[in-house]
């Protein structure tokens, strides 16, 4: 040991500092290894954040989709004087709508008494809501959930149905119409 | 192997040089890189990752660390957020006394004290207002409204302007002699008739308050230091960060202390305006021969008598110009501080300026500048004004000043009773031009504009899109392209490569602040913008200052031209090139250059300057050429003293890129003054001005170990 050091002691003072130099970024590489192993995330952030870009670019194009289409009510179904969407558009219309306003919770409350009752004790109060798109069948469903307590018993009921009608005010679009029959 | 040992300084650079090309090139651009910004704006993501530190939640976008660091510091600008709120709204709440409402309130100590302060500078500001423009809140403050009414003799109005100027005449013939005291009487005279009276007043009555209150604070801290080792200690780090500490980052936390309004103004002046003073007081006492300080013991001096009687007096240049400095960063400050509600000129400027009326934001730069350059000269006056302790003078030689100015009142209130008898019904021009009813330029500026750009705007407008597009987004997209680990390699390998160790450190330290910071992206646009104007101003400053410097008379004039650019505040600068290149990047960075180039310009001179006539005789003795005398001699000799111009270029550079953001540019400068208007900005605001100031400090200390290092194999020293 004390020959190693004797003999770095007597190297030329230039490879000393080449040394030094090599040996601050030896360390500075070591330190971001060990940060990149504690905080990096590299190529899974990388996935994830393709998918919210892509989420994002879909979301733009349904915007621009919904800012084209009449104001007004928009029916995927034959027989009124409302724009009638076509299967295209029903199912973008379907994907890009997030809300369901009360006349369509309250339609579809009217023929589920359970869940109108619970609806009206607790404040008109909503737990959540989802309008989904079914590959399978073609669709878009809509429902939401009610719960609360309804004389001593915490009930929850999950109303869900056929969304056959849209409301389109020209910057969204909301379900209508909820088909829970 | 042989080159190596003849020159490993020039391989080790090359060495250091490669390997962060290295990484620059190994180390890819993540693809959804542009989500960054969230991160700087505090925006939450579901991608993004968190970590919580002090009770902190701080989210980040978990990126490569290689490519950029995850902001471990995030956590600091809400941290002092909610201590400032702390401190604030539930630190040791009191009873105070209210006088108004004559009950106890209760009160957090630090907002009971911070408001103590605000009322103090408030009178304070509101009497010297008052004696320069009339009014009754001072003598309201010490009697009452029914007293006013009862006594109406008291409601005395202000001075007349025509006082005002012949007394600044006065003074700086005391001072300077003849030609300060024309060029005092025409400043005056010019701002009256220009009806800038009262927003000029206004200023000054600012200035008037903070610029002797950071002397008295300054000095007192400097002779602390001075005595104590101590205390030099722990005022060195603070003195470092707040020398390159751009005014505008401290505008945000003083906001939540001391509110909005002329008293934070002048507390924040404070702040900014110390430092110099401290820095100068130090110098100028440690400059004072130990012979002198013998011959103080000598005579019998107490330690009291020998600081006041023998040191100061002794340091008094420097300590006036020390004051001089502090005149020049108050009215800096007076056109910065409008932003956070002072009154002035400042305030009108920055009002014309944000309503693009370039010919009014012109009329009130001139008078800012006008004052500025006054009282630049006037106090350099006094610094080198040398006290005739062995006059024999008569009672008139020795109060003729004070005489003629007694005589001045007595005319000037003549003359204002005779206006208001000539101006009867109307405004009475002898006592005050009004604002807005002067003469104004103003539309002869704006026209002046307009026909600039539609002459000029085929040729500006191809101007400002080859530089943009050719120059400043590659360079900007070079400099935001360097990951991490190249960029600490590169500035660790260069402290390291220049001063060691011991300065590898120092900078790693600053550059991981910053690196750990959310505005990492941020902070190396700033540095890009900083980079391209130091650039072009050392090209021109060195150029310039070069060819000056080959003829006395040059020198002399461009030595001048310096003086005066550097009197007119930072802001001024933005009014010309928002005239030629409207809102754009390039007006930003041609401010820069010009106002980066004073001290490139300054320093090429004094260096040149500094190199030993001996030595130019015995090269001219030799039988060199001027050309051979230029590049052998002077330049390499002269070179430490230009990398320091290089020093203060950046400093300035700094500083110019951070105001351009008030005219759009996308760096710290721009989140700093968002963070003026966010309610949680104080953090913030602090935060970004460290890491500007670390920016700076980089560089210094990098600049100043080598240029120590060179003087020293120069032998120099």
Known sequence: ?181 | MELFKKYPKLFQWIFLLIVFFALCFAIDVPETYKFIRGQAEFVKDPNQSTFVFLGKEVRYYAFDVFWRLPPLLGWLPIWINDSLFFLMNDWMPMEFWNEDTQEYKTRPLVLQITRNLTAFMTFLIELIREILLGGLETIVAFTSWDWIDANPWAELPGLPWTIVAAGSAILAYKLGGRGLAIFAGLAMTYISIFGQWKPSMQTLSFILVAAPLSFIFGLSLGIAAFKSKRVEKALYPILLVMQTMPQYAVLVPALVLFGVGDHAAVIITMIVAVPPMILLTLLGLRAVPPEVIEAGRMSGCNNWQLMFKVLIPTARRDILIGVNQVIMVCFSMAVISAFIGAKGLGFNLLLALNQLNIGLALEAGLCISLIAILLDKMSLAWANKQVDYFGNLNFFQRNKNSLFFGLIMIVGIALAYFGSIYFKGGYNYLFEVPHNKGISTADFWNKGVDWIFDTFFVYIKAFNTWLIVEVLQPMRALYLRMPAIATIVLVVGAGYLIGGTRSALVVCGLTLFIALSPWWDRALVTTYMATFGVIVSCIIGFTVGTLCFQNKYSTKFMLNVCDIFQTFPSFVYLIPVMMLFGITDTSVLIAVIVYATIPATRYTIEGLRSVPSGLHDAATMSGVTKFQRLFKIEFPLAFPHMMLGLNQTIVFALFMVIIGAFIGTEDLGQYILKALSDKKGAGIGLTLGICVAFIGLIFDNLIRTWVDKRKKHLGID
Request: aromatic share 12%; net charge negative.
């Open chain 1, 1 to 181: 040991m004390e020959n190693y050091k004797s003999n770095f002691k007597e190297l030329p003072e230039p490879i000393k500092q080449f040394g030094g130099l090599i040996g601050i970024m030896v360390i500075i590489f070591i330190t971001f290894f060990i940060l990149n192993k504690m905080f990096g995330e590299g190529d899974e952030l990388v996935a994830k954040m393709k998918i919210e870009e892509e989420r994002i670019a879909q979301e733009r194009k349904l915007n621009k989709l919904i800012s084209s289409l009449p104001s007004g009510i928009l029916v995927s179904f034959d027989g009124t004087d409302h724009f009638r969407l076509s299967d295209e558009l029903y199912e973008a219309v379907c994907k890009a709508t997030k809300l369901i306003p009360q006349r369509a919770i309250m339609g579809a409350n009217f023929l589920n008494f359970r869940a109108h009752e619970i609806y009206t004790i607790n404040g008109n109060k909503i737990d959540e809501t989802f309008v989904k798109w079914d590959k399978e069948k073609n669709k878009c469903f809509a429902g939401f959930v009610v719960s609360g307590n309804n004389v001593g018993v915490d009930e929850t009921i999950s109303v869900s149905g056929e969304a056959l009608s849209f409301l389109s005010t020209g910057i969204d679009t909301r379900v209508y119409f909820i088909k829970n029959f």
